[in-house]
């Protein structure tokens, strides 16, 4: 079956001269004349825009459909999208963004009013064949930039594709060029964040011989980028992935300063450990919290059905903390003191070298630094991951997650560096030892929260009893599947640890 | 899926134009439908505008699969479908009968729908051959038009007894009265004396109207051109009346 096709008209497109020179070849049918408004979704780092995918509600619907030939994909009759995936109703629309929207909020980035002028194209008994589609569109942003689009559709009907096809060739033969483009795309000018601009994905263009530091200080300057990216999407609260890309940025800019200590100077690296250490630990707690927030489903699903609705105190009760927690954030955010430690750590970024010293470690090439770092991190992997045995206690896993996470930095930081395939192939082989070891973790320590959650619930009123009961009872399955995930382990080490994983790290990093 | 045939085989009793209209309003109800045309004389697709073609003809039909794909037509209504008939359609008893199982063929062939439709109607042509049997077998519901005069009502009796002589289920049929003229005394009295002494006989009835003969002129169903018509109002009340009874039965 054809899909629909669109086509760009140019702004001086004459619709009634384009019509009377169309239908002397081609009778149709004048439909009444259609207003049409529409609101365009994207979250925050353009998930839907990135699978060339466009998210539109009509009046009375929403509608996915596919940017590479406007296809529509999926329509949901609704009044209004909202925010979140999980409020969707069950609908196969649903089903297709799930698993690439997740939790993240849709955002509306752009509203249209269009009139459209549908016309039904007929065969000699005057059957319709196709649809043609004409249509003025007003595009504007929420803050008022506005753009128009004119655009022409040919929509097939089902059996009469041959005349489809030939109304296609009459179209392109007019020159008009088909609408590849997302509609992101055609509103550039007036958006205020471009589309695909923003990706917490390390792609930093290092050249080999680069200094140390201004490599370093580019890597840095991109992730304070990030940071700076997501502080209204926290302070609006519009999702729990503001945060989380927040303290990612957080945390990375941390493992640099301290993996690559000789690099600046020490008054700088101390300092500023010191002040993201307390940024990353200021913002644990809230994180936590949204964790076990979007965990509620699957605990239920854990859960034995008849304590599944009493894990929900337990909710209730990490909700009120969360508001909490979220305005303590707030204030720190709003802080002048944090506006402080960004501002001279951005000043030091940009600064070209007389304003703060360099060290002799700072000038060295890049390449030879990293090189180095990730070569030592690695052997250290090596030997603390084969000291551990089934009977080992849980810490020496920790601490080599830790390790692992350090490893993964410096490769992700270095990335450019070195040959794309080799490098992401060793990503890839840390990132399921590292998987391996965060469920651990995160096992360990969900185990050791809940508990802690206990607390909360006073014993002796009734109704908590079942709460207590269900939190037991999650803690118990959790266990089990912890234990699962440790006998895991070997296996898992001893992939990362293969002779191919072997040669190729060395081969890398090894400088010999 | 859901499948209903509109079937008699007495013919003139406004099983197409029935077929039509509550096909219209099972797509305008959202469900995804398709309209089967299965008599040669290919009314239902003229009235949609369709060429009376099917591309491979009855023993394409027979076989399935990419044939229908090839021959299923969009009509210019949203959710509704049609796969056209053709002449060739008048040879579909003779092919049946070289067939194994010549009877059971149709369940395949409405299955094939099930992905892509919500609800099928077949527009049956008017004998009790083969064809019809395969109808009987395959299809959820049988509805069956009956003008209310004596001749109408005694082949109505002869499809009865042959469902019990070849146990088919009874439970598939209902009944509503088409072509209905109020005013006849004749008719009048019919419809009483079958609404009190046969099951599953509709209450909605179909009348006699100049618009619904018509339609073969402006070749739309009637619910699409003229939806506030009393032709069209009856036909509504059909289909809800029918989609409730349904629904009740299923209880």
């Known amino acids: 079956m054809e899909k629909t096709l669109t086509f760009d008209l140019p702004r001086d497109f004459d619709g009634e001269s384009f019509l009377r020179e169309f239908t002397t070849a081609h009778p149709v049918k004048r439909e009444p004349v259609v207003n049409q408004t529409g609101v365009f979704y994207d979250t925050f780092d353009w998930r839907l825009y990135n699978k060339s995918l466009t998210l539109v509600q009509r009046q009375k619907e929403a509608l996915l459909i596919s940017s590479e030939n406007g296809a529509l994909m999926f329509s949901l009759n609704i009044s209004a999208i909202p925010a979140f995936i999980r409020d969707f109703p069950d609908s196969a629309i649903r089903e297709a963004l799930q698993p690439i929207i997740e939790m993240r909020a849709l955002l509306k980035l752009l509203q249209s009013r269009a009139q459209i002028m549908p016309l039904r194209i007929l065969n000699d008994d005057e059957k319709t064949i196709a649809r043609l589609v004409l249509s003025s569109e007003e595009i504007s942003t929420p803050d008022d930039r506005k753009l128009i689009l004119n655009r022409l559709f040919l929509e097939p009907l089902r059996g009469y594709e041959a005349d489809f096809r030939k109304l ?22 007036i958006l205020s964040r471009k589309p695909a601009g923003y990706s917490t994905r390390l792609n930093i263009p290092l050249e080999p011989e680069m200094r140390a530091d201004e490599a370093a200080k580019m890597i840095l300057r991109f992730l304070l980028n990030i940071i700076r990216e997501n502080e209204n999407g926290i302070h609006k609260d519009i999702d729990t992935e503001f945060l989380h890309d927040f303290r990612v940025a957080v945390r990375r800019t941390r493992s640099l300063l301290q993996q690559l200590k000789n690099i600046f100077p020490p008054e700088i690296t101390g300092r500023f450990r010191k002040d993201f250490a307390r940024l990353g630990k200021t913002t644990n707690w809230l994180r936590d919290l949204d964790v076990y927030l979007l965990s509620e489903t699957r605990y239920q699903a854990m859960l034995p059905e008849k304590l599944r ?72 992997i090596l030997k603390s991951g084969r000291k551990i045995t089934d009977n080992s206690p849980d810490e020496m896993l920790h601490s080599l997650r830790i390790e692992c996470k350090r490893l993964r930095y410096l490769l992700e930081f270095f990335t450019n560096l070195f040959p794309g395939d080799e490098i992401n192939r060793l990503i890839k082989q840390l990132k399921k030892l590292q998987d391996n070891l965060g469920l651990f973790q995160d096992f360990s320590v969900q185990e050791e929260t809940l508990m802690g959650f206990v607390e909360k619930f006073n014993l002796e009123n009734p109704e908590n009893r079942q709460t207590i009961l269900a939190i037991g009872a999650l803690v118990g399955s959790l266990d089990s599947e912890k234990r699962a995930v440790r006998s895991a382990f070997a296996n898992t080490f001893a992939n990362f640890t293969s002779a191919e994983n072997n040669s190729l790290f060395t081969e890398l990093f090894s400088g010999l | 899926m859901n499948t209903l045939a509109i079937y008699h085989f007495k ?47 009855a023993k394409g039909f027979l076989k399935g699969g990419q044939n229908f794909e090839k021959n299923i037509k969009g009509t210019d209504y949203k959710n509704l479908d049609l796969l056209p008939a053709d002449f060739s359609f008048r040879n579909l008893d003779l092919e049946l009968e070289q067939k194994k199982q010549p009877k059971q063929r149709f369940n395949r062939i409405l299955s094939s729908f099930n992905k892509e439709y919500d609800y099928v109607l077949l527009d049956c042509p008017p004998n009790i051959t083969i064809v019809a049997e395969n109808i009987f077998n395959a299809v959820d519901y049988i509805l069956v038009p009956i003008i209310p005069t004596t001749l109408s009502v005694r082949s109505y009796l002869q499809l009865l007894e042959f469902f019990k002589k070849k146990n088919y289920r009874r439970k598939k049929i209902f009944t509503f009265f088409s072509m209905v003229e109020g005013r006849k005394s004749l008719h009048k009295e019919t419809i009483e004396y079958i609404s009190a002494n046969f099951k599953r006989v509709l209450k909605s009835q179909i009348p006699y109207l100049s618009a619904i003969e018509r339609m073969g002129l402006r070749r739309e169903p009637l619910v699409a051109s003229s939806p506030g018509s009393s032709a069209a109002r009856s036909y509504q009340k059909l289909w809800t009346e029918l989609q409730e009874t349904i629904k009740q039965e299923e209880k």
């Open chain 1, 309 to 380: 609705f009493n894990i929900h105190p337990l909710f209730e009760y990490l909700q009120r903390e969360r508001k909490k927690e979220l305005r303590k954030i707030n204030r720190v955010l709003n802080s002048g003191e944090y506006s402080q430690i960004l501002n001279v750590w951005e000043r030091f970024l940009n600064d070209a070298a007389s304003e703060f010293p360099s060290t002799l470690g700072g000038s060295r090439p890049v390449l030879d630094v990293a090189r180095e770092r990730i070569y030592r991190r690695y052997r250290k």
């Open chain 1, 168 to 189: 296609a060739g009459y179209i392109t033969d007019r020159s008009f060029p088909v609408a590849r483009q997302h509609i992101f795309d055609r509103a550039r000018k």
């Open chain 2, 11 to 57: 013919g003139g009793v406004g099983k197409t134009a029935a077929a039509v209209n509550l096909a219209y309003l099972a797509a305008q109800s959202g469900l995804r439908t398709l309209l089967c045309d299965l008599d040669p004389q290919s009314s239902a697709t003229y009235y949609f505008r369709v060429k009376p073609k099917f591309k491979a003809g």
